[in-house]
């Protein structure tokens, strides 16, 4: 899988600038310094595994300490074709031709590639500062099946490292079908996520009952549900509005995820406001993927859009829905860049969203929300008795690590890891 080591002794304290919006517990640091953006110089005590205490740094005056982050979370990808944009390049950028490339790449797709690509996707999530993974496998089909044997083997063998979740990505007539009921209860029982999508055109009477029966089927079998809906620039929140309506006529009692919602933005401000507070009483979570949005959306040939198709990150917030950003495809017809590298993502999305990492709600994107909606134990914030799951970077300011890709160390449960 890969070659690495831990060293052989616990470590017992790290001197850091940490996040103050993510120390929970707060009397040690009653009256630390605080910069202006938001990192606070304390000396972080372990013990057996665990932050045992903090103890405030006096006088701070040490350009070298870096910055300490719990490792990180990527709430929506795509391992099973991640590294194929060499084969199977998207040269226009377009929607239509990622999902044509991804189709043909798809016909040929062996179970050998799907455990290679995995395998470096992985090896990288670790590398970069990941603890968690939420991959949307392509499900349809002899090789669909056999992707799902690989990648469940391969959850279990990253298990120390990485918590792997996995989500069915399939038509959603394919859940009507005995094939797809019969993956259903296979991903049931093995902890993962049922899916789809919803793009235009919409054909409503249709649409709702295919939910129902997704819906119905998730309630059934207690399995969580991560929807690809509204990747688009036109119809704006048409597959969200069926879906709302549908959540309106049934009781859910599984966690729902809306990845996507790029065309909610394209709403006027009343509208998004409207959507957004129906999410909110629906306790429906929100993944924004603005990189792949950004490549794909709302291209002219002769023309660069100035009015993009985004989630709304900030009004969704505001109207009290848990909202994550993730980094989805990398390298693959979808998107030819990425890296796995949840601070590069944090740099880019930045700029895109106008969320910033030293305000607490900026910061929650990347770290508390991806926690709630994987439904992970911890959910990433600093408190006595919380896993010494860190990435060290090193640089000293949130601008050092927008600049450029930090170096970094990582620690699992009080070890550093080393990797070769």
Not at 48 to 63: C, T, Y
Not at 97 to 110: S, V
């Amino acid at each position: 899988m890969f070659a690495q080591k831990k060293t052989s002794t616990d470590i017992q304290s790290i001197e850091a600038l940490v996040p103050r919006s993510l120390i929970t517990s707060g009397g040690d640091v009653l009256g630390a310094e605080i910069s202006s953006e938001g990192l606070c110089p304390l000396r972080v005590h372990l013990q057996e595994g665990v932050i045992r205490k903090f103890e405030i740094i006096e006088n701070f005056a040490n350009p070298s300490m870096g910055l300490l982050l719990p490792r990180l979370i990527e709430p929506h990808t795509h391992i099973d074709k991640a590294f194929t944009w060499q084969s199977w390049p998207n040269l226009s950028g377009t929607y239509q031709g990622a999902l044509q490339a991804n189709l043909n790449e798809y016909k040929e797709r062996t179970i050998k590639q799907v455990r290679a690509r995995a395998n470096k996707a992985l090896n990288l999530c670790l590398r970069n500062g990941l603890r968690a993974v939420r991959t949307h496998v392509d499900s349809f089909g002899w090789i669909g099946d056999q992707s799902w044997e690989v990648l469940l083997e391969l959850k279990k063998d990253w298990q120390p490292f990485i918590d792997l979740q996995l989500v069915a990505l399939v038509p959603l007539d394919y859940w009507i079908t005995d094939h797809g009921k019969t993956l259903a209860r296979k991903i049931s029982r093995n902890r993962g996520l049922i899916g789809g999508v919803i793009a235009p055109p919409y054909e409503k009477r249709k649409l709702r009952s295919l939910l129902m029966n997704l819906f119905s089927l998730a309630n059934d079998l207690s399995c969580g549900v991560d929807l690809h809906i509204d990747e688009t620039s036109i119809t704006p929140s048409g597959g969200l509005r069926e879906m709302l309506n549908v959540l309106d006529h049934i009781k859910l009692d599984v966690p729902v995820t809306c990845s996507h919602l790029s065309s909610m933005g394209l709403l006027s401000q009343k509208a998004i406001n409207f959507f957004a507070d129906k999410l909110a009483h629906h306790q429906i979570n929100v993944i924004s993927l603005p990189i792949t949005n950004y490549w794909l959306l709302s291209r002219c040939p002769k023309s660069t859009p100035i009015k993009r198709p985004l989630a709304p990150v900030k009004q969704l917030q505001y109207s009290g829905v848990n909202v994550a950003i993730g980094g989805d495809n990398v390298q693959d017809p979808w998107n030819p860049g990425g890296n796995f590298d949840p601070i590069s993502l944090m740099a880019n999305a930045v700029s895109m969203t106008h969320i910033a990492p030293w305000e607490r709600l900026g910061l929650s994107t990347f770290i508390t929300a991806p926690s709630r909606l994987m439904g992970l134990e911890w959910d990433g914030t600093f408190q006595k008795g919380s896993s010494a799951d860190f990435v060290l970077l090193d640089i000293d300011s949130w601008s050092g690590a927008m600049s450029r890709p930090p170096s970094r160390k990582i620690m699992i449960k009080g070890k550093w890891l080393e990797l070769n």
